[in-house]
């Protein structure tokens, strides 16, 4: 019998919540968020996330959405993703998940959607575009030189990759190279120890992901639904 209900459009933030429930061993299904149809956008949807943001996963406790609550929530819940209440190692976890949720994947949804932030002045939107790529790069150095202390915990991993991931492949523009894995040594070893877990090869059939979709991306190609 499942236990959860992933809420998910392929290679969208939902991927970390996937791998962290097949990280976690624990059984879900999946219902499609079909992004061609504008389907987060939909009265249904918004009834679990009146944001129209992806993913909810839906649980015992009911739907739950923000990406870092539902790893912390899942974390909590079933151990393994990251230390508990009463590790000395907790107060580090938190920030850096919420360092990361907050601050890096905010600057890089803004590099993405400029549009939403500054507005449909192309100047205005290209000022945006930069002034997040710039502040990424300082971001991402930060985390690398955490990954050089110690492997972060796998929470903090499986969000990370995803992110990385969609530095590489997006935004489709002419700027697409401010961008190069290979600036963070100690990430991109995290990409490639992520790339071997079983929890990875269980994303790329469900999502298309290709053989390398953390150390080398490539644009996904799912059996369903689609990225954008």
Known sequence: MNSYTLHY??????????????????????????????????????????????????GPDGPIFETAAILLWLSDRHKGLGPQADSPQRADFLK????????????LRMTFYPEKYAGPDPTHQAALR??????????????????????PALAIQLYLGPLLRWSVLYPVQKDQDWFNLDDYPHLKQM????DTLP??????????????????????????????
């Open 9 to 58: 459009a392929p290679d969208n933030a939902s991927l970390i919540i996937r791998l962290a429930l097949e990280a976690l061993g624990q059984p879900y299904r999946t219902i499609l968020v079909d992004r061609k149809t504008a389907a987060h956008t939909s009265p249904p949807y918004l009834a679990l996330n009146p944001h129209g943001l992806i993913p909810v996963l839906e």
């Open 96 to 107: 850096w998940l919420f360092f990361i949720s907050n601050t890096a994947h905010t600057a």
């Open 130 to 151: 930069a002034t997040m790529q710039d502040a990424l790069k300082c971001h991402l150095t930060a985390l690398d030189a955490r990954a050089a202390q110690e492997p």
């Open 191 to 194: 990409c490639l120890t992520l």
């Open 199 to 228: 929890c990875t090869a269980a994303a790329q059939t469900a999502e298309g992901l290709g053989p390398t979709p953390f150390s080398a991306p490539r644009y996904a190609t799912p059996p369903q639904g689609s990225a954008t």
